[in-house]
């Protein structure tokens, strides 16, 4: 059974930074694409960066300069790194895998994923 846990949320002051992780088990995913995207109340889940097998990254405008997504396959683990925050990245966020391997190309929509964790919330105070 596959399950992806992630870790790491809490509350953080505008401007700080925080590091959210994501551990997978059930199968290895060194081989796939992972990502994070991040759910606001109301609202569908956006994409916020992603990851290939190979190690290269993607990241959504609003984030970019500000999180990185790194991964370590040794431990099958997925994180991001989110320093500068500010309070509109309060959300919760998720961590997700595609299933299938190898694939050059990133993806940017929840429904081309296919596995998912239940999510942590993430509060930037101002």
């Known amino acids: 059974q596959v399950q992806l846990v992630e870790s790491g949320g809490g509350l953080v002051q505008a401007g700080g930074s925080l590091r959210v992780s994501c551990a997978a088990s059930?199968?290895?995913?060194?081989?796939?694409?992972m990502g994070w995207f991040r759910q606001f109340p109301g609202k569908e889940r956006e994409f916020v960066a992603a990851i290939s097998w190979i190690g290269g990254s993607t990241y959504a405008d609003s984030v970019k300069g500000r999180f990185t997504i790194s991964r370590d396959n040794a431990k099958n683990t997925l994180y991001l790194q989110m320093n500068s925050l500010k309070p509109e990245d309060t959300a919760v966020y998720y961590c997700?895998?595609?299933?299938?391997?190898?694939?050059?190309?990133?993806?940017?929509?929840?429904?081309?994923?296919?596995?998912w964790g239940q999510g942590t919330q993430v509060t930037v105070s101002s």
């Open positions: 059930g199968r290895t995913f060194s081989g796939h694409l």
């Open positions: 997700a895998a595609r299933s299938s391997r190898y694939s050059g190309s990133y993806y940017y929509t929840q429904d081309e994923y296919d596995y």
